[in-house]
């Protein structure tokens, strides 16, 4: 039995870019759509979305499905919240505030099998195809088909970047803007040029050595990401378009009601009736 080859590794090692939109709705349905429409990668939260194991696994099957990558930024803490998202077959996980070298370091420890780390080894599970797989290959095709990226959002792990850039086993740094303007004392404001430096940098870096730049932002500002050496980008939210979607028509709708009726007739607070 083979592993599902990584449709974002594959397309960041052959020299194109790879695209991802952020799922924050709890449901499966709602990353089957966002799958069916074309995305890379979907990436599902567990920093700070309150989604349960059940809700995770039926994200991950409606992406592969598909044939569709999915990256879990996981919570900080214990191995067992990093590798098990590996374990349902997440392609890739996504560590947040990365602060410094040994933290990178413990993280690829964590989440890589021999002989980059020690990665605690089960192979019952969906990544291994229940002890269908392999032994041996089951390591050597997890370490080469799962990507580790690690979130670059805070100032104080700058010093250390080309380090950790330079760790065996590391495949994306994923510059993150919103919690890097709150760390420089700016949040919101996206054009501070340090903000902007270091969203440069970390594309350099990572380009420097070998390894894939990723990060979010507008989909408007796409082609400066990509001018900038990024490869993998985040251009939008379900909860977005979802937004959008709603609030338009609504506009649309209270317009048109206007256009028949007399102001005083319409509460625009309510439903109309």
Not at 72 to 88: A, D, F
Not at 153 to 182: H, K, T
Not at 191 to 205: D, F, G
Not at 257 to 270: E, F
Request: proline share 4%; hydrophobic share 40%; aromatic share 8%.
């Amino acid at each position: 039995m083979k592993m599902r080859e990584s449709r974002v590794l594959a397309k960041l090692r052959s020299g194109n870019t790879a695209s991802c939109l952020k799922v924050n709705l709890g449901d499966g349905q709602a990353a089957e759509i966002a799958s069916i429409s074309g995305f890379d990668c979907l990436w599902i939260d567990q920093e700070h979305l309150a989604q349960d194991w059940s809700v995770l696994n039926s994200q991950i099957w409606a992406a592969k499905a598909h044939n569709v990558d999915v990256m879990v930024r996981v919570p900080r803490g214990s191995y067992s919240g990093y590798v098990k998202p590996l374990e349902m077959d997440a392609t890739g996980i996504l560590v947040p505030h990365i602060m410094n070298l040994e933290e990178a370091k413990q993280i690829v420890q964590m989440t890589r099998f021999h002989p980059i780390g020690r990665r605690a080894i089960d192979g019952g599970c969906a990544d291994g195809i229940y002890t269908q797989m392999d032994f041996n290959y089951y390591l050597k095709e997890s370490n080469r088909q799962k990507f580790l990226a690690l979130q670059i959002e805070d100032p104080e792990v700058l010093p250390d970047i080309e380090a950790i850039a330079a760790l065996d086993g590391v495949d994306m740094l994923f510059f993150g803007p919103g919690d890097f303007s709150q760390g420089l004392g700016a949040p919101g404001e996206w054009n501070h040029p340090r903000l902007i430096e270091a969203r440069k940098l970390v594309a350099e870096v990572a380009n420097k050595y070998g390894k894939f730049a990723a990060t979010t932002g507008s989909i408007d500002n796409l082609e400066s990401f990509l001018e900038m050496g990024y490869t993998f980008v985040n251009v939008g939210a379900d909860i977005i378009g979802l937004n959008n979607y709603c609030t338009n028509l609504v506009e649309r709708f209270r317009k048109s009601a206007l256009g028949t009726k007399t102001p005083n007739s319409i509460d625009s607070g309510k439903p109309y009736r």
